[in-house]
Every structure is written in C-alpha cells, then in structure tokens.
C-alpha cells in the first residue's frame, strides 16, 4: 500500500465543500470525460501539464532563452507555447521572476499525500469532517485511491469520493469498501446529449450508479446544471426519476454552471466552448428543486 503511487494537481486543506465538515481534499489528475464546462480543464489530463498565467506575466523573456525545447517563442500577445514541443521540463518555471509559469500535477505516493491529510487530523474530528477524494476522476487510479482511503479509514478519518462515474466495475469495487460517502454526478440520461456536451456516452456511469446505490454507502448525487444542456424540466426530471428508482434516500444536490474556471482554460491554451453561457436563473433553479422534491427526494442548490 505504502508504494501506491498516483498523479495529484492539487491537495486543498481546509475545505468546506466537499463534504461534510472541515475536509482535505485531494485532487486526481486525469478524467475519461471532457465536460465542455469543466471548471478544472487541468484535471483533464493525466500527464502534468505547464500553465502560464497571462496576467502575472511581465513580458521579460527569460522563459524563451531558458526552454531547452524551443517551445516558447514571442508573439503578437507575449508568450507563446508550442504545446506538441514542450516536455513539461520545468526550466521556465525555474526562471520565471513573476510566477507567471507553473507545471500543474505531480506524481505522490499514498505516503506522502497521507503526511499532509494527517496534520489536520484535530479538525477533522472536531468539525465532523475528513478526506475527499475528487478529481479528475478518481476511479481512474483505483489502486492509489484504494491505498489512500485505506491509511485514512485506519486513523479514523471519514471518507468520501468525488466521482464522475467513469471506471471500470472492478476499480469501483476496489474502493467502495473503504468509502463512506459517495459524491456522484449524474449529469444527463440522454447517451446522445451526454457523448456530445461531455465526451462520452453514459452507459457506464449509469452501471455504476446502480452498483454505489446497492452498495448501500451514503450517496449524494451531484447535477450540473448547465445551460443548452440539462436545463429543462425533462432533463431535470429524468435524473430525479433515476436516483428515486435506485438511490431514494440519496440527496440531490444541484450545482449551477459558473464560470469560474475559464481563466485556466487560457492558462492551457485550450478553447473555452461556453464563453458566451449564463448562469441558470433563480426561478429555474427553484423550478428544478420542486422537480427533485416531487420524487420524495431531499434537494439543495448549491454554489
Ligand atoms: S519568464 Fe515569466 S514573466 Fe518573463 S516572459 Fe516568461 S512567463 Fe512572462
Ligand atoms: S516546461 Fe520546459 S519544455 Fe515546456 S516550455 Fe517550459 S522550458 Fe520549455
């Protein structure tokens, strides 16, 4: 267990949204799915990336001498990355004065996450909280995930895993016994409009949503509500019939699209697809809640 190994991009103390209670929460790197609203385009990836921050950026050039790769270059707007060159090496990093420069994700043994999940140890028991695992997805690094929740389940820490539900049957089970809350997003029913909006159908998410509802941990089931893509009533209604049908104990939280994550798209040179989307209204937002509500489920909207 100890030589688990995994690919993290970041360890979040002191968090209060992923879970009940203070938490830690450890961030996977590398997600099946590629959700056109991801707020975290840099968990996408399983490889560490470079992200260069536009607006720190003085524009003095040590970075271009610095790459052994020839990757960066100047442009029109500053600094360009050749992205197919670079080898994620480090060196602009290593002389960028501005911070302007930084490689997301890093491999870390159970071990040395474990070192930082533990200092908290006296919040978690005083607020009632513990250790998240999310993502990225989770169930794509089961052994480490497995490792991790296993050293956290023996210092008596509580468990929960953030996942998307994309995985394998067997990586599921490998980490369910060690779980004790599932964060789950389900984020349409339609295979087609799920392929299109989020990368892949759903076919196995919805498998594995079966398998956590009979596994009988506590689950709390998580919606996107995203504009152009489940913001309808049918939509809405359709998830709310599935987690009745298979989770009817489950919580139904509902999460509006924001767009706090665009930023990082630019940081990876990547295009952000809903540059131009609002934020669901209030009054559909309560609508979609009496919707949840309707199937006898419990329903929050969070931020
Ligand atoms: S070294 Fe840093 S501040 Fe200077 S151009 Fe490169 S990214 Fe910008
Ligand atoms: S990480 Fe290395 S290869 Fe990539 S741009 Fe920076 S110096 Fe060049």
Redesign the pocket.
Known sequence: MASATGTVFNIQRYSIDDGPGIRTTVFFKGCPLSCVWCSNPESQNLAPE?MHRDSLCKRCYR?VA????G??SVGPDGVE?DRD?????????EVCPHGA?R?TGREMTADEVFDVIERDADFYRDSGGGVTLSGGEVLLQPDFAAALLQRCREAGFHTCVDTAGQGSLEALRKIIPYTDLFYFDIKHIDPKIHRAQAGRSNEVILRNFQEVAASGVPLVVRVPVVPGFNDTSDAISDIAELVAVHAPGATVHLLPYHRYGQQKYDMLGLDYELAGAETPSPEFLRAARNIVESRGLTCEVTV
């Not at 610095?66 to 790769?69: I, M, T, V």
């Not at 670079?86 to 060196?91: K, N, W």
């Open positions: 470079l970075c610095a790459c052994p790769e990757a960066i990355i060159v670079c080898t994620v090496c480090g060196d602009c990093v420069m490689i």
